[in-house]
């Protein structure tokens, strides 16, 4: 089969340049958000007297994007993406207000909830509004651009918030998005009036509002059992797991959890690469810190890196659309279990300290290439009724993916090892998540035929 490049002009040609403006704004606000909140929550919770609670307006955030997601998938499923791409942008700039203009921490958390249930409802009718505006073979140029408008964020957000903060005040990091979000809700409204009306399928699953309850209270407390690794959390903890194992039974396609071939495959494969990447992400910093003795601002660099190498990956397979998905799932998730590799390697005071960048570099590259994969494959294997289901499906796999890492690697920090002196737990911890990868580039070595135009 002859490879042929992208056409031209996919993302500005008259029928889709609103729709492109549109996403690619909002993700981007809501990426910088996103970013810009952590480094400015120093300032804004002492402000607020909340230092207590300092952790609850990134908890109060998840708890919220996850049931946000899982009801916005069944809303989609029945009426389609349009409710929710307006409706999701309106409740992210309420909360940006409340949050901007919050006088204590119960009203931070109210905006932070806002917020977090704005973002989750775009998450999901964002990938149905580009399986419905963009074909096949036009998906994946859009993927590639929408990982570009997190890229930004991610290297300049954390600068731009805390200069900000220091000059402005951090109210400005919210009250500041407010007139983007605004256009951004505008350009949305008019790609919502051209969109043909929503037939809903008969046979369309509907996710239950109790597991999405129980599958949001099982990734707070795994996550927050993260957070706070001790004697107690392994309880609350395991307890949390097993809650969120018999949610996602109700919550994922069948045999998603038993990694069935085709769509349950994918749905998992977003879970099991999500994982394995934040695992990394997240114990990498403290890594360079105290293992290398790198200061805490360049302890961060590499994961600018990561964002960089993400990115042109991602542009690279937008290049290719007739590249075969399934073959670069499978390199996504080798490059990965790679940059795991040098990530155990990379954890040990005798190793050298600039392979950092190569792991993140290789990391983000595999990354870059298997999520729009898994994207694409998504829409591909998921009939047009259950679409809403599986997007929000996903999404969840990804965030227990992460949790599920994040809370393995405090375990065998505080069983092994201590923050100050990390390399035994970062060890088994790339092992573990490596070998996590090497299942990855398995399971995705099986397709059914059948897919969804």
């Given at each position: 089969m002859t490879i042929e490049a992208a056409p031209r002009g996919v993302l500005w040609t008259p029928e889709h340049r609103t729709a492109t403006a549109g996403l690619l704004l909002v993700v981007t606000l809501v990426a910088f958000e996103a970013m810009g909140v952590a480094t400015a929550m120093p300032t804004m919770v002492a402000e607020l007297r909340g230092e207590a609670l300092y952790a609850w307006p990134f908890t109060a955030f998840l708890i919220a994007s996850v049931i946000?997601?899982?009801l916005s998938g069944r809303l989609a499923d029945r009426r389609g993406p349009g409710p929710a791409l307006l409706i999701g942008p309106v409740i992210f700039l309420v909360g940006l207000l409340v949050a901007g203009l919050a006088q204590n921490m119960a009203m931070l958390l109210a905006g932070r909830v806002l917020q977090g249930l704005g973002s989750g409802a775009l998450m999901v009718s964002f990938s149905l509004l580009i399986g419905l505006v963009f074909t096949d073979r036009e998906r994946p140029v859009m993927y590639a651009a929408n990982a570009a408008a997190w890229v930004l964020p991610g290297v300049i957000g954390p600068w731009i918030a805390g200069m900000v903060t220091e000059q402005?005040?951090?109210?400005?990091?919210?009250?500041?998005?407010?007139?983007?979000?605004?256009?951004?809700?505008?350009?949305?409204?008019?790609?919502?009036?051209?969109?043909?009306?929503?037939?809903?399928g008969e046979s369309g699953r509907r996710a239950g509002v109790l597991a999405a309850v129980a599958a949001t209270v099982g990734v707070a407390a795994?996550?927050?059992?993260?957070?706070?690794?001790?004697?107690a959390s392994?309880?609350?903890?395991?307890?949390?797991?097993?809650?969120?194992?018999?949610?996602?039974r109700g919550l994922m396609p069948a045999g998603t959890l038993l990694l069935r071939p085709g769509l349950p495959t994918v749905t998992a494969a977003r879970g099991l690469i999500a994982g394995a990447y934040a695992g990394m992400e997240a114990f990498l910093p403290l890594t360079m810190s105290t293992v290398h003795g790198y200061s805490v601002a360049m302890a961060g660099l590499p994961l600018t890196v990561t964002a960089l190498g993400w990115s042109a990956a991602s542009f690279v397979q937008g290049r290719f659309p007739d590249w075969s998905r399934e073959a670069l799932l499978r390199t996504g998730f080798a490059l990965v279990a790679v940059s795991l590799v040098l990530f155990t390697v990379v954890s040990q005071p005798w190793a050298p300290s600039w392979l950092a960048f190569v792991v993140s570099v290789v990391g983000g590259a595999g990354m870059g290439i298997a999520m729009p994969s898994i994207s694409l494959l998504l829409l591909r294997f998921s009939p047009l009724h259950e679409r809403g289901f599986t997007m929000s499906a996903s999404q969840l796999g990804d965030w227990v993916g992460a949790a599920l890492a994040i809370g393995l690697g405090g375990v065998?920090?505080?069983?092994?090892?201590?923050?100050?002196?990390?390399?035994?737990?970062?060890a088994v911890l790339g092992i573990v998540l490596g070998a996590v990868g090497v299942?990855?580039?398995?399971?995705?070595?099986?397709?059914?035929?059948?897919?969804?135009?």
């Amino acid at each position: 089969m002859t490879i042929e490049a992208a056409p031209r002009g996919v993302l500005w040609t008259p029928e889709h340049r609103t729709a492109t403006a549109g996403l690619l704004l909002v993700v981007t606000l809501v990426a910088f958000e996103a970013m810009g909140v952590a480094t400015a929550m120093p300032t804004m919770v002492a402000e607020l007297r909340g230092e207590a609670l300092y952790a609850w307006p990134f908890t109060a955030f998840l708890i919220a994007s996850v049931i946000a997601t899982v009801l916005s998938g069944r809303l989609a499923d029945r009426r389609g993406p349009g409710p929710a791409l307006l409706i999701g942008p309106v409740i992210f700039l309420v909360g940006l207000l409340v949050a901007g203009l919050a006088q204590n921490m119960a009203m931070l958390l109210a905006g932070r909830v806002l917020q977090g249930l704005g973002s989750g409802a775009l998450m999901v009718s964002f990938s149905l509004l580009i399986g419905l505006v963009f074909t096949d073979r036009e998906r994946p140029v859009m993927y590639a651009a929408n990982a570009a408008a997190w890229v930004l964020p991610g290297v300049i957000g954390p600068w731009i918030a805390g200069m900000v903060t220091e000059q402005v005040g951090w109210r400005w990091v919210f009250l500041g998005l407010v007139p983007l979000v605004i256009v951004g809700l505008v350009l949305l409204v008019i790609v919502v009036r051209r969109l043909d009306p929503h037939v809903p399928g008969e046979s369309g699953r509907r996710a239950g509002v109790l597991a999405a309850v129980a599958a949001t209270v099982g990734v707070a407390a795994l996550t927050w059992a993260a957070q706070h690794p001790s004697a107690a959390s392994l309880v609350y903890g395991g307890a949390a797991l097993v809650v969120l194992v018999l949610a996602l039974r109700g919550l994922m396609p069948a045999g998603t959890l038993l990694l069935r071939p085709g769509l349950p495959t994918v749905t998992a494969a977003r879970g099991l690469i999500a994982g394995a990447y934040a695992g990394m992400e997240a114990f990498l910093p403290l890594t360079m810190s105290t293992v290398h003795g790198y200061s805490v601002a360049m302890a961060g660099l590499p994961l600018t890196v990561t964002a960089l190498g993400w990115s042109a990956a991602s542009f690279v397979q937008g290049r290719f659309p007739d590249w075969s998905r399934e073959a670069l799932l499978r390199t996504g998730f080798a490059l990965v279990a790679v940059s795991l590799v040098l990530f155990t390697v990379v954890s040990q005071p005798w190793a050298p300290s600039w392979l950092a960048f190569v792991v993140s570099v290789v990391g983000g590259a595999g990354m870059g290439i298997a999520m729009p994969s898994i994207s694409l494959l998504l829409l591909r294997f998921s009939p047009l009724h259950e679409r809403g289901f599986t997007m929000s499906a996903s999404q969840l796999g990804d965030w227990v993916g992460a949790a599920l890492a994040i809370g393995l690697g405090g375990v065998l920090l505080n069983a092994l090892a201590s923050p100050a002196q990390p390399s035994p737990a970062m060890a088994v911890l790339g092992i573990v998540l490596g070998a996590v990868g090497v299942l990855g580039v398995v399971v995705t070595s099986r397709w059914p035929a059948r897919v969804y135009p």
